[in-house]
């Protein structure tokens, strides 16, 4: 019986997981790579605020970019199935929309289409009527020109309800929540953060490529530098191979290493004055 819930379990999940295998393949994994590469190559420190907050003004705007297009593009792709016909999602949103009109404000939001089921039917929140009152909401005594507000009673049953779900839904939860890297900015002011900008901009203009940061070609002059990387994904996963073309990654290397140098020089300074 247990082995036929996890089956059950995994088979109702098969399309989360298979759009999971499609991030990561698409580009999840050659940003993971690209970052361990700098933690083995080019003096990355994973451990030190200043330098996960370098990475952001470097590349968040770049992985926002990535995370649009695979957006953009899951959201053309057809889906098989009988109740689907290879429409992809962009499709079925829209039809819905036509047909049923748009939800501004979904009270449903972010509750397991299980939940649902279970909670609330295909026909949305269940009614409660009061003491009273007919099905169809209104006292017996009012007339259609007036209605009145919900009653306590009322509000009563739907926090009991988001209770139940959350109750029912802890199981689900099996890990404790995951810190979150600290990334602070190592200057003291906004002006001397402005500074570091400009200087970095110019050293992008001239091109300069610091020394003993793995991207100057004498660096390199018994082997070629690598177009892959190993990662290994969760604690128990296999090594995985990703490519990472150098046209398109030691450019990123580069621009890493100007700036962590311009950085370290600029702070040097400034704990020197």
């Known amino acids: 019986m247990q082995n036929l819930k996890i089956w059950w379990r995994s088979t109702r999940n098969t399309r989360i997981e298979r759009l999971w295998v499609e991030v990561g393949t698409q580009f999840a994994r050659r940003w993971r790579a690209f970052f361990t590469r700098l933690g083995r190559l080019h003096r990355l420190d994973r451990k030190n605020p200043a330098h ?12 926002n970019d990535d995370c649009k297009e695979f957006q953009t593009e899951w959201n053309l792709h057809p889906i098989s199935g009988r109740t689907t016909s290879n429409q992809s999602p962009a499709d079925i949103r829209f039809l819905g929309q036509t047909t049923e009109g748009v939800y501004k404000n ?4 972010g509750i397991h289409p299980d939940a ?8 949305g929140p269940r009614q409660h009527q009061g003491p009273n009152r007919t099905g169809a909401g209104h006292a017996q005594d009012d007339d259609d020109s007036g209605s009145e507000g919900e009653g306590p009673e009322v509000a009563d049953v739907e926090a009991d309800i988001e209770n139940r779900i959350g109750s029912d839904q802890a199981h689900n939860i099996r890990h404790v929540p995951i810190k979150v890297a600290r990334h602070q900015s190592p200057f003291d002011n906004a002006e001397q953060e402005a500074a570091f900008m400009d200087f970095l901009q110019d050293i992008f203009e001239e091109g300069d490529v610091p020394e003993d940061y793995g991207v ?3 660096e390199w002059d018994e082997e070629n530098y690598p177009e892959t990387e190993i990662i290994r994904p969760g604690t128990r996963g296999k090594e995985i191979v990703v490519v990472l073309p150098r046209s398109e990654w030691f450019p990123r290397a580069m621009r ?7 950085m370290n020089r600029i702070l040097t300074q400034l704990e020197g004055a």
């Open 52 to 63: 996960l907050w370098l990475l952001h003004c470097l590349f968040l705007d770049s992985i």
């Open 106 to 109: 979904d009270p449903l939001d």
């Open 116 to 123: 649902i089921n279970r909670y609330y039917g295909v026909m």
């Open 216 to 218: 100057r070609d004498e």
């Open 256 to 262: 890493w290493a100007q700036a962590l140098d311009a």
